[in-house]
């Protein structure tokens, strides 16, 4: 920790470290594409829950997006989809990783604890309504999802991580989601990880790649 502690103290930070969790709007002329749904209600007592005001502010209702895109499943991620069991995105299309979707709603799902509650259960939760619905697709392998929207699978952080390539009038921009945590540490050195990561030499593998890709 004294390293870490170090690298903040350079850049003017200390702990506790506090992160900002983003989403980004897509608008292709005939989609509205979102790349992850922000925390919801989950986090910090719905601290972060603020994506329907801020859709709102740019001129934008729920029920006008077309497609969300989840880098991963995690609840910082995912927990804007549902409020109070109720679907925030009518119209929406939800596409996730498949080893993600198969770890939420498949064979390998944790199992509930001594509480009854399985460690995924808020994931669970802000994905099956969209899933019962026919709503939930799967992610496998790199994919070409909409003209100019692709798919690259990044596993590591989690087992269905992807990350989100668009190309337009030749330019690129790539949607990481969750490759980098804490900035003033792992810009300068990749190779720390997190404990969120479920394969944390992957995850770090990841990073330094498109580290390397990015340069």
């Known amino acids: 920790s004294g390293e870490v502690d170090s690298a903040l103290k350079a850049n003017d930070e200390s702990g506790p470290y506090k992160i900002g969790l983003n989403a980004f709007l897509i608008n292709t002329g005939s989609q509205l594409i979102l790349v992850d749904a922000g925390a919801g209600d989950i986090f910090d007592r719905g601290q972060f829950g603020k994506m329907t005001k801020n859709l709102a502010l740019a001129g934008y209702k729920p029920e006008d997006i077309n497609i969300i895109l989840l880098t991963h499943f995690h609840p910082d991620h995912c927990g804007g989809l549902v409020r109070n069991g109720k679907v925030i995105f009518p119209n929406a299309t939800v596409y ?8 939420l709603f498949g ?6 604890g001594a509480d009854g509650k399985s460690p995924v ?25 909409f003209p100019g929207i692709s798919s690259l699978p990044a596993p590591g952080h989690t ?10 009038k030749g330019q690129k921009l790539v949607f990481w989601g969750d490759i980098v945590h804490v900035s003033e540490v792992q810009f300068s050195d990749p190779s720390p990880t997190v404990i969120f990561d479920s394969n944390r030499p992957a995850a770090k593998e990841q990073r330094l790649k498109v580290f390397n890709d990015a340069e």
């Open 159 to 168: 087992p269905g991580h992807n990350f989100f390539t668009l190309q337009s």
């Open 107 to 112: 064979a390998s799902t944790p199992k509930p």
């Open 96 to 103: 996730l990783g498949k080893a993600d979707v198969d770890l």
């Open 121 to 145: 259960q808020d994931e669970i939760n802000m994905l099956k309504p969209y899933r019962n619905a026919g709503k939930l697709k799967s992610i496998d392998g790199a994919s070409e999802l």
